[in-house]
Protein backbone atom coordinates (compact mmCIF):
# COMPACT_ATOMS: atom_id res chain seq x y z
CA UNK A 1 0.00 0.00 0.00
CA UNK A 2 1.03 3.50 -0.34
CA UNK A 3 -0.32 6.66 0.67
CA UNK A 4 0.72 10.39 0.49
CA UNK A 5 0.29 13.02 3.33
CA UNK A 6 0.42 17.03 2.68
CA UNK A 7 1.14 18.35 6.01
CA UNK A 8 -0.51 22.04 4.92
CA UNK A 9 -3.83 22.40 3.39
CA UNK A 10 -2.97 26.14 2.74
CA UNK A 11 0.08 28.21 2.59
CA UNK A 12 0.43 31.73 2.40
CA UNK A 13 3.80 33.49 1.77
CA UNK A 14 4.82 37.20 0.30
CA UNK A 15 6.25 37.62 -2.78
CA UNK A 16 10.37 37.21 -2.80
CA UNK A 17 10.20 34.85 0.04
CA UNK A 18 10.97 31.26 0.43
CA UNK A 19 8.69 28.50 0.00
CA UNK A 20 8.31 25.30 1.64
CA UNK A 21 5.76 22.57 0.91
CA UNK A 22 5.90 20.03 2.62
CA UNK A 23 5.05 16.00 2.06
CA UNK A 24 5.66 12.43 3.31
CA UNK A 25 4.74 9.67 1.92
CA UNK A 26 4.77 5.81 2.57
CA UNK A 27 5.10 2.77 0.25
CA UNK A 28 6.06 -0.44 0.56
CA UNK A 29 8.52 -0.83 -2.40
CA UNK A 30 10.68 1.86 -4.08
CA UNK A 31 8.64 4.68 -4.92
CA UNK A 32 8.70 7.40 -7.74
CA UNK A 33 7.93 10.84 -6.24
CA UNK A 34 6.28 13.68 -8.40
CA UNK A 35 5.28 16.97 -7.92
CA UNK A 36 2.24 18.73 -9.50
CA UNK A 37 0.70 22.08 -9.90
CA UNK A 38 -2.57 22.66 -10.80
CA UNK A 39 -3.75 26.44 -11.92
CA UNK A 40 -7.26 27.31 -11.49
CA UNK A 41 -9.77 25.43 -13.81
CA UNK A 42 -6.73 24.45 -15.58
CA UNK A 43 -5.11 20.15 -15.68
CA UNK A 44 -2.12 19.13 -13.74
CA UNK A 45 1.26 19.93 -14.83
CA UNK A 46 4.65 18.53 -13.67
CA UNK A 47 7.30 20.13 -11.55
CA UNK A 48 9.73 17.39 -10.97
CA UNK A 49 9.88 13.97 -10.04
CA UNK A 50 12.30 11.76 -8.45
CA UNK A 51 12.93 8.17 -9.71
CA UNK A 52 16.22 7.11 -7.34
CA UNK A 53 18.74 8.93 -9.11
CA UNK A 54 19.68 12.34 -7.18
CA UNK A 55 18.40 13.28 -4.38
CA UNK A 56 18.01 16.44 -4.83
CA UNK A 57 15.80 17.37 -7.99
CA UNK A 58 15.61 20.36 -9.56
CA UNK A 59 12.17 21.11 -11.87
CA UNK A 60 10.60 23.82 -13.65
CA UNK A 61 10.33 27.44 -12.74
CA UNK A 62 12.98 27.81 -9.86
CA UNK A 63 11.65 24.82 -7.78
CA UNK A 64 13.49 21.81 -6.06
CA UNK A 65 12.67 19.02 -3.82
CA UNK A 66 14.85 16.78 -1.80
CA UNK A 67 14.05 13.14 -0.97
CA UNK A 68 14.86 11.94 2.50
CA UNK A 69 15.00 8.71 2.72
CA UNK A 70 15.06 8.10 6.53
CA UNK A 71 12.18 10.95 6.87
CA UNK A 72 10.11 9.08 4.45
CA UNK A 73 10.00 12.59 2.84
CA UNK A 74 9.95 15.22 -0.43
CA UNK A 75 9.08 18.42 0.53
CA UNK A 76 8.98 21.43 -2.41
CA UNK A 77 11.13 24.06 -1.96
CA UNK A 78 11.57 27.54 -3.59
CA UNK A 79 14.26 30.18 -2.79
CA UNK A 80 11.52 33.35 -3.93
CA UNK A 81 8.33 33.07 -4.28
CA UNK A 82 6.27 34.97 -7.59
CA UNK A 83 2.73 35.57 -8.12
CA UNK A 84 2.67 33.29 -10.69
CA UNK A 85 3.21 30.51 -8.42
CA UNK A 86 -0.34 31.06 -6.74
CA UNK A 87 -1.92 27.08 -7.13
CA UNK A 88 -2.67 24.15 -6.05
CA UNK A 89 0.23 21.78 -5.22
CA UNK A 90 0.21 18.18 -5.03
CA UNK A 91 2.29 15.61 -3.86
CA UNK A 92 2.40 12.03 -5.56
CA UNK A 93 4.23 8.73 -5.20
CA UNK A 94 4.14 5.82 -7.76
CA UNK A 95 5.85 2.86 -7.39
CA UNK A 96 5.54 -0.63 -8.68
CA UNK A 97 3.12 -2.27 -6.15
CA UNK A 98 2.25 -5.66 -6.16
CA UNK A 99 4.50 -6.46 -8.95
CA UNK A 100 3.01 -4.49 -11.84
CA UNK A 101 4.68 -3.04 -14.71
CA UNK A 102 3.18 0.01 -14.19
CA UNK A 103 2.73 3.27 -11.57
CA UNK A 104 -0.37 3.75 -9.88
CA UNK A 105 -0.48 7.37 -8.66
CA UNK A 106 -1.91 7.90 -4.95
CA UNK A 107 -2.29 12.15 -4.84
CA UNK A 108 -2.06 13.72 -1.59
CA UNK A 109 -4.67 16.13 -0.50
CA UNK A 110 -3.03 18.98 -1.95
CA UNK A 111 -1.56 22.28 -0.87
CA UNK A 112 -2.93 26.01 -1.91
CA UNK A 113 -0.16 28.04 -2.12
CA UNK A 114 -1.18 31.70 -1.81
CA UNK A 115 1.52 34.60 -2.97
CA UNK A 116 0.87 37.94 -1.28
CA UNK A 117 2.38 40.97 -3.22
CA UNK B 1 2.57 17.56 -30.19
CA UNK B 2 -0.72 18.36 -28.69
CA UNK B 3 -1.29 17.54 -25.23
CA UNK B 4 -4.00 15.33 -24.02
CA UNK B 5 -7.53 16.18 -24.88
CA UNK B 6 -10.45 15.69 -22.91
CA UNK B 7 -13.93 16.70 -24.03
CA UNK B 8 -16.29 18.39 -23.23
CA UNK B 9 -14.24 20.19 -20.46
CA UNK B 10 -17.88 21.46 -18.79
CA UNK B 11 -20.68 18.72 -18.71
CA UNK B 12 -24.16 19.36 -16.85
CA UNK B 13 -26.69 16.32 -16.66
CA UNK B 14 -30.15 15.88 -14.47
CA UNK B 15 -29.90 13.29 -11.83
CA UNK B 16 -30.35 9.69 -13.66
CA UNK B 17 -29.48 10.86 -17.24
CA UNK B 18 -25.92 9.43 -18.66
CA UNK B 19 -22.50 10.77 -18.67
CA UNK B 20 -19.90 10.18 -21.38
CA UNK B 21 -16.40 11.61 -21.01
CA UNK B 22 -13.79 11.50 -23.84
CA UNK B 23 -10.22 11.34 -23.94
CA UNK B 24 -7.20 11.29 -26.69
CA UNK B 25 -4.20 10.65 -25.51
CA UNK B 26 -1.06 12.14 -26.75
CA UNK B 27 0.80 10.86 -29.98
CA UNK B 28 2.42 7.51 -29.37
CA UNK B 29 0.70 6.94 -25.53
CA UNK B 30 -0.88 3.73 -25.74
CA UNK B 31 -1.95 4.27 -21.69
CA UNK B 32 -4.41 6.07 -20.64
CA UNK B 33 -5.48 6.58 -16.61
CA UNK B 34 -8.77 8.15 -15.02
CA UNK B 35 -8.73 10.26 -12.11
CA UNK B 36 -11.72 11.73 -10.23
CA UNK B 37 -11.26 14.79 -7.99
CA UNK B 38 -14.27 15.76 -5.51
CA UNK B 39 -14.71 19.07 -4.63
CA UNK B 40 -11.24 19.47 -1.68
CA UNK B 41 -9.88 16.56 -2.24
CA UNK B 42 -6.92 15.11 -4.26
CA UNK B 43 -7.44 12.97 -7.01
CA UNK B 44 -7.98 9.50 -7.09
CA UNK B 45 -7.22 6.73 -9.50
CA UNK B 46 -10.18 5.20 -11.04
CA UNK B 47 -8.95 2.64 -13.72
CA UNK B 48 -6.03 1.98 -16.02
CA UNK B 49 -6.58 1.23 -19.80
CA UNK B 50 -4.04 0.07 -22.61
CA UNK B 51 -5.73 -0.53 -26.10
CA UNK B 52 -8.79 -2.37 -25.94
CA UNK B 53 -7.65 -3.92 -22.90
CA UNK B 54 -8.87 -2.38 -19.16
CA UNK B 55 -5.65 -3.40 -16.64
CA UNK B 56 -6.49 -2.21 -13.52
CA UNK B 57 -9.63 -0.75 -12.67
CA UNK B 58 -9.80 -1.12 -8.46
CA UNK B 59 -11.24 2.77 -8.19
CA UNK B 60 -14.18 2.44 -10.11
CA UNK B 61 -17.30 2.20 -8.40
CA UNK B 62 -18.76 -1.56 -8.85
CA UNK B 63 -22.23 0.16 -10.47
CA UNK B 64 -22.84 2.65 -13.29
CA UNK B 65 -19.12 3.66 -14.00
CA UNK B 66 -17.20 1.92 -17.09
CA UNK B 67 -14.67 2.11 -19.14
CA UNK B 68 -13.04 1.56 -22.78
CA UNK B 69 -10.35 2.10 -24.84
CA UNK B 70 -11.13 0.72 -28.40
CA UNK B 71 -8.48 0.10 -31.13
CA UNK B 72 -9.60 3.05 -32.47
CA UNK B 73 -10.92 6.69 -31.10
CA UNK B 74 -10.54 8.03 -27.90
CA UNK B 75 -10.92 6.56 -24.18
CA UNK B 76 -14.83 6.74 -23.01
CA UNK B 77 -15.66 7.12 -19.47
CA UNK B 78 -19.52 6.57 -19.11
CA UNK B 79 -21.55 7.04 -15.86
CA UNK B 80 -25.02 5.74 -16.09
CA UNK B 81 -27.90 7.25 -14.18
CA UNK B 82 -26.11 9.98 -12.53
CA UNK B 83 -26.35 11.13 -9.20
CA UNK B 84 -25.55 14.29 -7.15
CA UNK B 85 -22.14 12.63 -5.58
CA UNK B 86 -21.09 12.05 -8.95
CA UNK B 87 -20.44 15.89 -9.59
CA UNK B 88 -16.60 16.13 -9.42
CA UNK B 89 -13.80 16.96 -12.05
CA UNK B 90 -12.59 13.55 -14.05
CA UNK B 91 -9.08 13.86 -15.29
CA UNK B 92 -7.66 11.96 -17.64
CA UNK B 93 -3.56 10.94 -18.63
CA UNK B 94 -1.46 9.31 -20.61
CA UNK B 95 1.54 7.94 -20.73
CA UNK B 96 3.94 5.89 -23.26
CA UNK B 97 4.14 2.32 -23.26
CA UNK B 98 7.40 1.73 -22.17
CA UNK B 99 5.66 1.33 -18.68
CA UNK B 100 7.10 1.60 -15.00
CA UNK B 101 6.74 3.75 -12.25
CA UNK B 102 8.92 6.46 -13.33
CA UNK B 103 6.71 7.01 -15.98
CA UNK B 104 5.77 10.43 -16.32
CA UNK B 105 1.54 10.85 -16.85
CA UNK B 106 0.73 13.91 -19.09
CA UNK B 107 -3.04 14.80 -17.74
CA UNK B 108 -6.06 16.64 -19.61
CA UNK B 109 -7.32 19.49 -18.58
CA UNK B 110 -10.38 17.71 -16.88
CA UNK B 111 -14.35 17.75 -17.59
CA UNK B 112 -16.18 19.09 -14.67
CA UNK B 113 -19.44 17.13 -14.20
CA UNK B 114 -22.08 18.82 -12.36
CA UNK B 115 -25.06 17.02 -11.47
CA UNK B 116 -28.31 19.19 -11.24
Known amino acids: AQSVTQLDSHVSVSEGTPVLLRCNYSSSYSPSLFWYVQHPNKGLQLLLKYTSAATLVKGINGFEAEFKKSET ?3 LTKPSAHMSDAAEYF ?3 S ?6 SYGKLTFGQGTILTVHP | NAGVMQNPR ?3 RRRGQEA ?7 KGHSHVYWYRQLPEEGL ?3 VYLQKENIIDESGMPKERFSAEFPKEGPSILRIQQV ?8 FCASSPPSGGSWNEQFFGPGTRLTVL
Open chain 1, 73 to 75: SFH
Open chain 2, 10 to 12: HLV
Open chain 1, 91 to 93: CVV
Open chain 1, 95 to 100: SNAGGT
Open chain 2, 83 to 90: VRGDSAAY
Open chain 2, 44 to 46: KFM
Open chain 2, 20 to 26: RLRCSPM
